[in-house]
């Protein structure tokens, strides 16, 4: 499919010839532009937008009554939309597989980063060691570092061309165990979660056969037994984790986010109460972290099951032209970065949005271009550009 649909489509390639070259790959070779997507760029501006719009309601109440100025955060949000636009058009201007050369150098990168927020230089809030602070701006590692284990294991098993072994399995989890070892420590364990979900997902479409996937579902038992016989998790960890399995959680401590989060998307109902309601948990503040990883929140609560519903649909078409570009693309390198971008997508906003609702353990996992953030958000930003760039050099 992919060699047909790039060499000529249905009437075949030899009508497209123009001097023994395909008219659309000359055509691509000089204005790569011309095959923009501008589907996939609407939809992520429409979610960047749409997040906007709903950390300057999940905020703007606690603002006010604090003296503070009400637009402070949806300000900030804007002005890493900005930095995220650019950062897009920067990753899709040059030829995505100079990105295979550059894969060492990316992953050191990041490795670096990772290891300076354990380091005095790195910034603590609430328990959690995962900011670097530059003054105007936090910058998080481990967010970029979500790109980054993307790009190095497509390039990984690029070279390996589909003949996948048991020694180059072991040879991918140690490119990912090392960065989630760091995140680990920070901790962040939402982001380990994501790391596993990139490296099955990679594995698969990579060329990793069953019985790999059997002796890791195998090791992945042992290694769950061991961290809960080591008691290596700390204990809010574990209640987090444990919290949605429990029927009737204690409401004034681990129970609380989970209630309170249930309570504010079951009170919205088909339409929900409008952002500009007053009495609701949004606005009362009842929700904790509700601009960031419980943003979902804020959203089933003002916008109900129909705005809910828009959401979803724009992150499931989104998903969809991930996939779309990943069997559409030229080579192998480029069908995993695409498909890397897509697993990232699908299972943070199966992740964060199954916590709110107490489907899901509860983790620090933020809903791509929705929460507030800018690591998150320009994350997700280059993320677009690979899928961009892979979409717009189809024909080369």
């Known amino acids: 499919m992919k060699g047909g649909y790039a060499s000529g489509g249905f009437f075949g390639e030899a009508v497209d010839r123009i001097g023994g070259e395909p008219i659309s790959a000359r055509m691509a070779r000089k204005a790569p532009i011309r095959h923009l997507d501008p589907t996939l760029l609407l939809v992520t501006l429409l979610l960047a937008a749409y997040g906007a719009v709903m950390v300057f309601s999940a905020t703007v109440h606690r603002q006010e009554e604090a003296n503070l100025d009400p637009q402070l955060f949806v300000k900030r949000q804007v002005a890493y939309l900005v930095v995220g636009v650019i950062v897009l058009f920067i990753l899709s201007s040059f030829d995505y597989r100079h990105l295979r050369t550059f894969a060492p150098f990316i992953y050191g990168a990041t490795l670096l980063g990772l290891a300076l927020v354990l380091t005095p230089l790195g910034d603590v809030s609430k328990g959690a060691r995962r900011w670097i602070d530059f003054g105007v701006f936090q910058a998080q590692p481990s967010e970029l570092a979500k790109v980054a284990v993307i790009i190095a ?40 979660m994501v790391f596993v979900a990139l490296t099955g997902a990679l594995l698969l479409v990579g060329g990793a056969k069953i019985r790999h996937f059997l002796i890791l579902g195998l090791l992945a ?44 998307i079951g009170s919205g109902g088909f339409r929900g109460k409008g952002l500009e309601s007053d009495n609701t948990q949004t606005s009362l503040d009842f929700v904790p972290e509700q601009h960031t ?5 804020a959203v089933g609560e003002q916008l109900g099951f129909l705005g809910s519903a828009t959401l979803l649909a724009l992150f ?11 069997a559409l693309s030229r080579d192998m390198f480029g069908t995993l970065l ?11 906003l199966f992740v964060n949005v199954g916590m709110t609702m107490g489907i899901m353990p509860i983790t620090g996992i933020p809903l791509p271009f929705i929460s507030y ?21 189809r024909f080369l």
């Open 316 to 326: 499931a078409f989104l998903i969809w032209r991930a996939l779309r570009i990943a």
């Open 153 to 192: 294991l497509a390039a990984f098993f690029a070279e390996k061309k589909d003949s996948v072994r048991a020694v180059d399995v072991l040879a991918a989890l140690g490119l990912v165990v090392v960065p989630a070892v760091l995140i680990f420590l920070e901790p962040d364990l939402g982001t380990m």
């Open 373 to 393: 953030g800018g690591s998150s958000l320009i994350t997700n930003f280059a993320a677009v550009g690979l899928l961009m760039n892979v979409h717009m050099r």
């Open 293 to 297: 990883d419980f943003i979902f929140t």
């Open 221 to 264: 038992a042992v290694a769950v037994g061991g961290i809960i016989q080591l008691d290596v998790l700390h204990d809010y960890q574990k209640e987090r984790i444990t919290s949605f399995l429990d029927p009737d959680p204690d409401v004034r401590s681990y129970g609380y986010n989970l209630t309170q989060s249930k309570i504010a």
């Open 338 to 348: 695409a498909t890397g971008v897509a697993a990232l997508w699908a299972f943070q």
